[in-house]
């Protein structure tokens, strides 16, 4: 078989279209530029004697007109590859593109039914719904999802494992076809092979799963932390705020690199640290829901204690587990104490240090956007009614200060989360990450740059996609911004 081009049977006439749109924006970018330069301002809107309305259009707005229509005509012919890739009936007629394209079907369906269903339904849907009336969130939400469900998706969308060598195919360039008699498997290797014969392509696809898959919950639990001793530290001040302060400034001024060096060393591992701190730091969601359903139901003390039984027998549960494993023998005896038929799951020990570490890093600084929201918006008149009423201080700082923070804390989260994959891209990269086979994305940019001057395929696609998904978040959290500043 002959290796598959970039764009196939569309390329022809959609390429140049694109390569046009990209010269007519770049043009327009600069003429813009001049023309800002040299003291030209876009056109005003001019009420007439009649009180009609004449748009007075300037020579800036021509240069912004033509940028528009750049990027339209860019969107559309991405669009044209997309349908192309689904309904071209061969791979060659496809192309790399299309191919991936047709491999994503099931990811641009569930990114049309998401869109539709939150466009229709955006007015009842509070401060998510709003997102939608930007257009630089509904960009960066498209960014996030598309990672999301390509995660969710992985088995359909990717065409070989992520660990599947075929040792014909070591640095193999984009489109190549597989040496005859691997009968059953996909025929190409669209983005090209890797050092050991790995399919770049579906690596990539699986390693946003496991991007996702510790990213978002580390962040939620650095919240959790955060949250938990923010509040009382801003609300209840004196020396409770002094020293919990200078704690979160203790952990900002350790090195991040030095820890996670620490973290992995033998010694360390095997004296149980980061088992240690995992015990200190996975306990803040059960106490922070604990306090949470208490302060709310304290008059109702039926529902509390329901709820306070669900909290602690759950949450404790999981707990043990997340700390314990009964069948590592190198492990501190307390860590092995719990029944290992009670033990729902474990966490291998690189992935623990990993989430133990993004936890430590982030929460100091949750800790102190906490705490600064909490001294602002304690002084509400609100604050002060609930006070009148004889509302207990959890019950202020749960249920009346932590809602009216949600803005920018959400905000927040969602740029951590970005913050988060940089991290774990950096710890792949250096080799401390999760285990070294793993297609996480910073595993495999290190092992792609070895080659990148001679065989830069491996190596680009993970590193543009953690680009895309951390953009994607970044712009989320703008448009998430902007919608709750309107409120």
């Known amino acids: 078989m002959e290796p598959l081009t970039w764009s196939g049977a569309l390329g022809a006439f959609l390429n140049p279209l694109m390569l046009a749109a990209v010269a007519v924006f770049i043009l327009g970018f600069f003429a813009n530029l001049a023309l800002t330069l040299a003291g030209q301002r876009a056109g005003e809107i001019v009420v007439n004697p009649d009180n009609t309305l004449t748009e007075i259009k300037t020579p800036v707005d021509y240069a912004l007109n033509a940028m528009r229509y750049a990027v339209l005509l860019f969107v559309v012919c991405c669009l044209g590859y997309i349908i192309g890739g689904i309904a071209l009936p061969t791979l060659e007629a496809k192309g790399i593109i299309g191919a991936m394209a047709a491999r994503l079907t099931p990811v641009w369906i569930a990114l049309v039914v998401t869109f539709a269903l939150s466009i229709t339904f955006k007015r009842r849907l509070g401060l998510y719904g709003k997102l939608f009336d930007s257009p630089i969130g509904m960009i960066g939400f498209g960014l996030v999802m598309f990672w999301i469900f390509s995660s969710v998706f992985a088995g359909m969308v990717a065409t070989h494992g992520p660990i599947d060598v075929i040792s014909q195919m070591r640095n193999e360039v984009p489109g190549s076809p597989l040496p005859t008699g691997e009968d059953g498997l996909y025929p190409y290797y669209l983005l090209g092979g890797d050092n050991l014969g790995r399919d770049v392509f579906s690596r990539m696809i699986f390693g946003g799963q496991e991007v996702l898959k510790i990213t978002p919950v580390a962040t939620l639990f650095a919240f959790m932390v955060g949250i938990t001793l923010g509040l009382p530290a801003g609300y209840f001040g004196g020396k409770l705020d002094t020293l919990l302060t200078f704690i979160a400034n203790l952990a900002l001024a350790f090195p991040v690199i030095l820890l996670f060096f620490l973290l992995v060393t033998p010694e360390i591992v095997a004296a149980g640290v980061p088992q240690y701190m995992s015990m200190v730091l996975f306990i803040f969601p059960i106490l922070f829901f604990a306090v949470l359903f208490n302060s709310r139901f304290s008059i109702q003390p039926m529902k509390r204690n329901i709820l306070l039984a669900l909290v602690l027998s759950i949450g404790g549960i999981g707990y043990m587990s997340l700390i314990s494993d009964a069948s590592d023998p190198d492990l501190p005896l307390i860590f092995r104490l719990w029944p290992e038929?009670?033990?729902?799951?474990?966490?291998?020990?690189?992935?623990?240090?990993?989430?133990?570490?993004?936890?430590?890093?982030?929460?100091?600084?949750?800790?102190?956007?906490?705490?600064?929201?909490?001294?602002?918006?304690?002084?509400?008149?609100?604050?002060?009614?609930?006070?009148?009423?004889?509302?207990?201080?959890?019950?202020?700082?749960?249920?009346?200060?932590?809602?009216?923070?949600?803005?920018?804390?959400?905000?927040?989260?969602?740029?951590?989360?970005?913050?988060?994959?940089?991290?774990?891209?950096?710890?792949?990269?250096?080799?401390?990450?999760?285990?070294?086979?793993?297609?996480?994305?910073?595993?495999?940019?290190?092992?792609?740059?070895?080659?990148?001057?001679?065989?830069?395929?491996?190596?680009?696609?993970?590193?543009?996609?953690?680009?895309?998904?951390?953009?994607?978040?970044?712009?989320?959290a703008d448009g998430l911004r902007e919608e709750s500043l309107k409120d």
């Open 341 to 476: 038929w009670l033990d729902l799951f474990d966490i291998q020990g690189n992935i623990l240090i990993v989430f133990v570490s993004v936890v430590f890093v982030n929460s100091p600084t949750v800790f102190r956007i906490v705490r600064g929201l909490v001294l602002d918006i304690k002084t509400r008149d609100y604050v002060a009614a609930s006070t009148t009423r004889g509302e207990g201080p959890w019950y202020i700082m749960l249920w009346e200060i932590l809602p009216n923070a949600r803005g920018p804390l959400i905000v927040d989260f969602c740029l951590r989360i970005g913050y988060t994959t940089i991290l774990l891209g950096t710890l792949g990269f250096f080799g401390l990450g999760v285990s070294p086979e793993s297609p996480d994305w910073g595993s495999t940019i290190n092992e792609g740059r070895r080659l990148l001057t001679i065989y830069p395929h491996p190596a680009l696609p993970p590193a543009l996609a953690l680009m895309s998904l951390v953009l994607g978040l970044n712009l989320l």
